[in-house]
Antibody, heavy 121, light 113 residues
């Protein structure tokens, strides 16, 4: 059974930094692209970033480009999202999502339960 | 960026009746070289992460009841629930994966009339 467990969320001040992690199990992590998708309180889904199976290719949404960095450690079956210069509008539940393929991000067949990031002074 | 527009925002449907959700993309998500529409549908229940229902616009994910079906091509797509069950109360999202950045529709909330 695929399991994705996010961690690292919490309260951070505007301008601060935070690193999210997603521990994966139940599948061959190194064979699949992965993404982060967020959901602001009471709002819809927003794709944040993706990384190819080997980590060599990354993609970002316009709202986080230059501030967030996605990475992965296939030896640890873990996905990361380094977030810096955080803004109030980054407040959201951040989901880790598994893609069906290894390269460009497509659609997501498994999701974690999410971790809440709150940006506030 | 490809903008995804869903309608309606809210959809009250009686139990056993049909629910139809529309999704329109600002440009075609049909890839001519393989004739595939790069469009998926998700269901999200309160307090839960999204669940994949449909991909390639009309392929049902394993384990998804056959009352859920997807149709459409190019820029106009539909998710149909043929006979609404109580457990189908949720918000439904379409998503394009034709090009990055991936984008979702705003969601349609399906509720019992």
């Amino acid at each position: 059974e695929v399991q994705l467990l996010e961690s690292g969320g919490g309260l951070v001040q505007p301008g601060g930094s935070l690193r999210l992690s997603c521990a994966a199990s139940g599948f061959t992590f190194r064979s699949y692209a992965m993404s982060w998708v967020r959901q602001a309180p009471g709002k819809g889904l927003e794709w944040v970033s993706a990384i190819s199976s080997g980590g060599g290719l990354t993609w970002y949404g316009d709202s986080v480009k230059g501030r967030f960095t996605i990475s992965r450690d296939n030896s640890k079956n873990t996905l990361y999202l380094q977030m810096s210069s955080l803004r109030a509008e980054d407040t959201a539940v951040y989901y880790c999502a598994k893609d069906l393929y290894e390269g460009s991000p497509y659609y997501f067949d498994s999701w974690g339960q999410g971790t809440l990031v709150t940006v506030s002074s | 960026d490809i903008v995804m527009t869903q309608s309606p925002d809210s959809l009250p449907v009686s139990l056993g009746e049909r629910a139809t959700i529309n999704c329109r993309s600002s440009q075609s998500v049909l890839y001519s070289s393989n004739s595939k529409n790069y469009l998926g549908w998700y269901q999200q229940k309160p307090g839960q992460p999204p669940k994949l229902l449909i991909y390639w616009a009309s392929t049902r994910e394993s384990g998804v009841p056959d009352r859920f079906s997807g149709s459409g091509s190019g820029t106009d797509f539909t998710l149909t629930i043929s006979s609404l069950q109580a457990e189908d109360v949720a918000v439904y999202y379409c998503q394009q994966y034709y090009s990055a950045p991936l984008t979702f529709g705003g969601g349609t909330k399906v509720e019992i009339k």
